[in-house]
């Protein structure tokens, strides 16, 4: 007997790049589904539809920005004849490693309105849609920083907190529609890369530091995609964010710390931020 997942009809934000673009391919290419990608750069869309090659068929977009409330609406009045059974909320931003005072209010709202404010239109806008269907559900993608702060990512640790506990509580109070959480690990992806992420500074060492410990976005991907399989109401995915659950744990000031010190050790440009604050804080 063939798993729920197999010729589902899926949503993907931030669908062209990175998880995004690995669970289209899988879910595609595996399970039979039909996805359609939910991003705001039509370029990437049009070049990931013309990847999946013989399964370009299977692959349909809409172009909208997850941060805005009305595009939500957009995609549910496109979605009205249309027969999808679950959207996996992936998109997401980061800045680049700063002290916290040394984030705009600016910055940390536009991180906000893509990480978890997405996920609250997405609910709000499109929860009674997918309660109507067979085997209805909305996955959302958090992070291992919400269970350990990581210093440096201070606003993005607090967005991805808070579609930890948003998406907890939309558990307990929706019997009826299948909602999962995943905190995942650090992942190799474009997220470094983002307009968000731009000023930051990745030489050749960080890179390598980086690609040494992040998760292959394929690897990731087939994690979330066997946590969606077994209808996993919350999975911790990848080793360093079992590490950092347990960090966060048994020692939740300290373990910020800790990490705040490896990051020193390392002596990467994309912590220099960190570095030179604390040491000017040191001098004075």
């Given at each position: 007997?063939?798993?729920?997942?197999?010729?589902?009809?899926v949503?993907?934000?931030?669908?062209?790049?990175?998880?995004?673009?690995?669970?289209?391919?899988?879910?595609?290419?595996?399970?039979?589904?039909?996805?359609?990608?939910?991003?705001?750069?039509?370029?990437?869309?049009?070049?990931?539809?013309?990847?999946?090659?013989?399964?370009?068929?299977?692959?349909?977009?809409f172009?909208?920005?997850?941060?805005?409330?009305?595009?939500?609406?957009?995609?549910?009045?496109?979605?009205?004849?249309?027969?999808?059974?679950?959207?996996?909320?992936?998109?997401?931003?980061?800045?680049?490693?700063?002290?916290?005072?040394?984030?705009?209010?600016?910055e940390?709202?536009?991180?906000?309105?893509?990480?978890?404010f997405?996920?609250?239109?997405?609910?709000?806008?499109?929860?009674?849609?997918?309660?109507?269907?067979?085997?209805?559900?909305?996955i959302?993608?958090a992070?291992?920083?919400?269970?350990?702060?990581?210093?440096?990512?201070?606003?993005?640790?607090?967005?991805?907190?808070?579609?930890?506990?948003?998406?907890k509580?939309?558990?307990?109070?929706?019997?009826?529609?299948?909602?999962?959480?995943?905190?995942?690990g650090?992942?190799?992806?474009n997220?470094?890369?983002?307009?968000?992420?731009?000023?930051?500074?990745?030489?050749?060492?960080?890179?390598?530091?980086i690609?040494?410990?992040?998760?292959?976005?394929?690897?990731?991907?087939?994690?979330?995609?066997?946590?969606?399989?077994?209808?996993?109401?919350?999975?911790?995915?990848?080793?360093?964010a079992?590490?950092?659950?347990?960090?966060?744990?048994?020692?939740?000031?300290?373990?910020?710390?800790?990490?705040?010190?490896?990051?020193?050790?390392?002596?990467?440009?994309?912590?220099?931020?960190?570095?030179?604050?604390?040491?000017?804080?040191?001098?004075?």
């Amino acid at each position: 007997m063939k798993n729920w997942l197999y010729n589902s009809n899926v949503i993907i934000t931030g669908s062209s790049s990175g998880i995004g673009f690995e669970l289209t391919k899988i879910l595609i290419e595996e399970f039979g589904c039909s996805v359609l990608g939910f991003s705001r750069n039509e370029e990437r869309l049009k070049k990931q539809k013309l990847a999946l090659k013989e399964n370009s068929s299977k692959f349909s977009y809409f172009v909208g920005d997850v941060s805005k409330l009305e595009d939500w609406q957009k995609l549910k009045e496109f979605l009205n004849d249309k027969e999808f059974n679950l959207i996996i909320n992936n998109a997401g931003t980061m800045l680049p490693f700063l002290r916290a005072q040394n984030i705009s209010i600016l910055e940390a709202k536009r991180v906000f309105e893509t990480n978890f404010f997405s996920i609250l239109y997405c609910f709000n806008v499109l929860s009674d849609y997918f309660s109507k269907k067979k085997n209805g559900g909305i996955i959302n993608i958090a992070s291992a920083s919400a269970l350990c702060s990581v210093p440096g990512q201070s606003i993005y640790s607090a967005s991805k907190s808070a579609v930890t506990s948003y998406s907890k509580i939309l558990q307990s109070e929706n019997r009826n529609l299948f909602i999962g959480t995943y905190p995942l690990g650090f992942t190799l992806t474009n997220i470094f890369f983002s307009k968000d992420n731009e000023k930051a500074v990745f030489d050749q060492k960080s890179m390598r530091i980086i690609k040494h410990f992040c998760t292959s976005a394929l690897k990731m991907a087939r994690k979330i995609i066997n946590s969606i399989k077994k209808k996993k109401p919350y999975k911790v995915l990848g080793n360093d964010a079992k590490l950092l659950r347990f960090l966060g744990k048994v020692a939740p000031v300290q373990s910020s710390k800790i990490i705040g010190l490896l990051f020193k050790s390392v002596n990467l440009s994309c912590f220099d931020d960190l570095n030179k604050v604390e040491k000017k804080s040191k001098d004075s």
